[in-house]
C-alpha cells in the first residue's frame, strides 16, 4: 500500500463513520442542518447571502455509501452562504507587483488545509478593492481547485491574509463555523470517493475545469459537531504516521530500483574475487591456462589469423586492485584475446532498406544484448576491407564510445547472439577470446563494476567519451584455472535471474 492510498484510506474510513464511535450524546446531524438553514435563511433577507438558482435535492444516485443512523447527508450549496469563484486579469487591468496582496493561482492551492506562498503573485491594493473586489478572500473560506488540477483544497486562516484569487480558484464560505468543524470539510473534499464524485462531474471542454454549479451540488456525509471533532483529532493523530510511513515506504522504493542491479555487481564482484565458488586444488592453477593460451596465440599467429601485438608492460604491485586466491593469476587484458575495431562507413555505401549484411554500432549494444534497430544500416556488397571487421554468433562486442543515441556507458561489451554475420561500425570492438572456453568467463569480468568503473574512467574526450586500444588491452583481469571459471559462470547464470 502507498502513501497516498493509506492516507486515503483514513479519509473514507472517517467520513464513513468508521474511524470514531458514535456517541448518542452528541446529537443528530439533523439539527444542525435545520439551524444552519434558519442562519442562512437570515443572511438572504439580510442581502448577506444568495438563495441558489442551480442547488438541487439530494437524489437516491447521489448518496455514495452508507452512513451512521445519526448523520446526514447534504451539500456544500446548503452549509454555504457563499460559492464564487477568482476574477479573471484582463488586458492591463491587473499588474503583479514584488509585494502587495497575495494573489492566489491554483497552483498556490497546496492540498488539505495548505496554502502554499512559493512563486505568489501579489497585485496592488487599489486593484484588490477595486477591479478585483469580487474575488476578496476572507479567513476561513475553504479553497477549491476548479481549474487544471481539480479539487485540490486550502484553508484560510487570519494570518494569511489580504488575499485575491484568479478564475482557477473557488471560494466556498460556510453559513456559519459554530456548527461545522472547517478541518472536517477539507477532510471530506480529500476523501477518495468525493475526489472520484467531483471528477466524475467535471466539464471537458480545452481545459478540464469544475463549474461551480458542481461544487455546489458537491455531496457531503455531516456528523454531529461533536464528532465532527472526533474525527478531525483522530485523523491529526494519524497523518504524521502516515508521514513516517511514507519516509519508509520511499526508501524502500528507492531500495527496490537499485537492488537488482547493485545485487548483480555484487554478485559478479565476487565472482572475480573468487569468492563466489570454492577453489578445487585438482583444478590446478590458472599458470597452466595461461601458458596454454599463449601457445594458442602464437599457433594462430603463425598460421596468419592475426597479427602479432605489440608487448603489454609487465604487472606492478601497485597495480593489483584486490586480492585473488593463490591458484590465479593476474593477466592483462590484450594477453587473452584477439581484438579488431570496426571500419568507418560512409553513408553511400550504406542502405537502410534490409538488403545485405547489418552494420553494427554503438547504439546497437543495449543492455548485455546487440539489437537490430527498424532503421538499421545495411551494405549489400562488402569489400574485403569491410569485411575484415566481419563479426558472428559469439564474438563480444564492447563500446569503444558514449554518445547521445547510445544509453550504454562506456565500455559494456555485450556478445552476438544472431545467426546472421555482420559488419562492424568504427567504435565498436570486435573480441574473440584465444580459448572459446573462456569466453564467459572474460564476459562477466568485462561487464562488472570493478572493469566497467576502471575503463570508462579512462575514456576522455567532449562532445563523446572516447576508449583507446591501450586503455582496453592493458586492463587487469583475474583469471582463475578453466574449470573453476566453468562453475563460476554456472553460478552467475544461477544466481542473476533472482536479482530480478
Not at 596465440?297 to 603489454?312: A, C, F, G, R, Y
Not at 562506456?410 to 574473440?432: D, F, M
Request: with cysteine.
Amino acid at each position: 500500500m502507498t502513501p497516498e492510498q493509506l492516507r486515503d484510506s483514513i479519509l473514507q474510513y472517517a467520513i464513513q463513520g468508521k474511524l470514531v464511535e458514535h456517541k448518542i450524546e452528541d446529537g443528530n446531524a439533523k439539527d444542525i442542518l435545520q439551524k444552519i438553514s434558519e442562519q442562512k435563511n437570515i443572511l438572504i433577507k439580510k442581502g448577506e447571502a444568495k438563495k441558489s438558482k442551480t442547488l438541487t435535492p439530494i437524489s437516491d444516485e447521489e448518496i455514495l455509501f452508507d452512513i451512521p443512523e445519526n448523520w446526514q447527508w447534504t451539500k456544500l450549496g446548503e452549509i454555504a452562504s457563499l460559492i464564487t469563484k477568482g476574477t479573471t486579469p484582463r488586458g492591463g487591468n491587473v499588474a503583479y507587483l514584488d509585494n502587495g496582496i497575495g494573489f492566489l493561482r491554483a497552483e498556490n492551492v497546496a492540498g488539505l488545509d495548505v496554502i502554499d506562498k512559493t512563486n505568489l503573485k501579489y497585485i496592488s491594493e487599489e486593484t484588490h478593492n477595486g477591479y478585483l473586489k469580487r474575488s476578496i478572500i476572507k479567513a476561513n473560506d475553504i479553497l477549491i481547485t476548479i481549474a487544471g488540477t481539480l479539487g485540490r483544497t486550502s484553508l484560510v486562516r487570519e494570518k494569511d491574509l489580504p488575499l485575491n484569487a484568479n478564475q482557477a480558484v473557488s471560494m466556498v464560505r460556510l453559513v456559519d463555523i459554530s456548527y461545522i468543524d472547517l478541518k472536517y470539510i477539507i477532510y471530506v473534499l480529500n476523501s477518495p470517493e468525493i475526489q472520484k464524485y467531483l471528477t466524475q462531474q467535471k466539464k471537458t471542454t480545452a481545459i478540464p475545469n469544475l463549474t461551480l454549479e458542481i461544487i455546489e451540488n458537491c455531496v457531503c456525509p455531516l456528523p454531529p459537531l461533536e464528532e465532527q471533532h472526533h474525527i478531525v483529532a483522530k485523523i491529526e493523530e494519524l497523518l504524521p504516521f502516515v508521514d513516517r510511513y511514507a519516509e519508509a515506504y520511499e526508501k524502500l522504493e528507492q531500495f527496490n530500483v537499485k537492488f537488482p542491479e547493485d545485487m548483480k555487481k555484487s554478485i559478479l564482484q565476487y565472482a572475480i574475487q573468487g569468492k563466489l565458488v570454492e577453489q578445487r586444488p585438482e583444478e590446478g592453477s590458472a599458470e597452466d591456462l595461461y601458458n596454454q593460451i599463449q601457445e594458442e596465440k602464437q599457433k594462430l599467429i603463425k598460421e596468419s589469423k592475426i597479427k602479432k601485438d605489440k608487448p603489454l608492460a609487465k604487472i606492478t604491485e601497485d597495480e593489483i586492485p584486490f586480492d585473488i586466491p593463490d591458484n590465479w593469476k593476474w593477466v592483462r587484458f590484450g594477453n587473452l584475446v584477439t581484438v579488431q575495431n570496426g571500419y568507418a562507413y560512409k553513408s553511400e555505401e550504406t542502405n537502410k532498406n534490409g538488403i545485405g549484411l547489418p552494420v553494427i554500432k554503438s547504439g546497437n549494444l543495449m543492455s548485455l544484448n546487440v539489437q537490430l534497430k527498424t532503421r538499421n544500416d545495411y551494405v549489400e556488397n562488402p569489400s574485403e576491407k569491410m569485411l575484415s571487421s566481419k563479426i558472428v554468433k559469439g564474438d563480444m562486442l564492447m563500446c569503444l564510445s558514449s554518445q547521445s543515441d547510445n544509453p550504454e556507458p562506456l565500455g559494456k561489451t555485450a556478445i552476438y547472439e544472431w545467426s546472421t554475420p555482420a559488419l562492424l561500425n568504427q567504435r565498436v570492438l570486435k573480441i574473440r577470446t584465444c580459448v572459446d572456453s573462456t569466453t564467459s568467463y572474460l564476459y562477466y569480468t568485462i561487464n562488472s563494476e570493478y572493469f566497467h568503473y576502471t575503463v570508462s574512467h579512462q575514456g576522455g574526450g567532449s562532445a563523446q567519451a572516447n576508449l583507446k586500444m591501450e586503455h582496453v588491452l592493458g586492463m587487469l583481469i583475474p583469471l582463475p584455472p578453466l574449470e573453476e571459471q566453468h562453475r563460476i559462470v554456472a553460478k552467475i547464470e544461477e544466481l542473476l535471474p533472482y536479482c530480478d
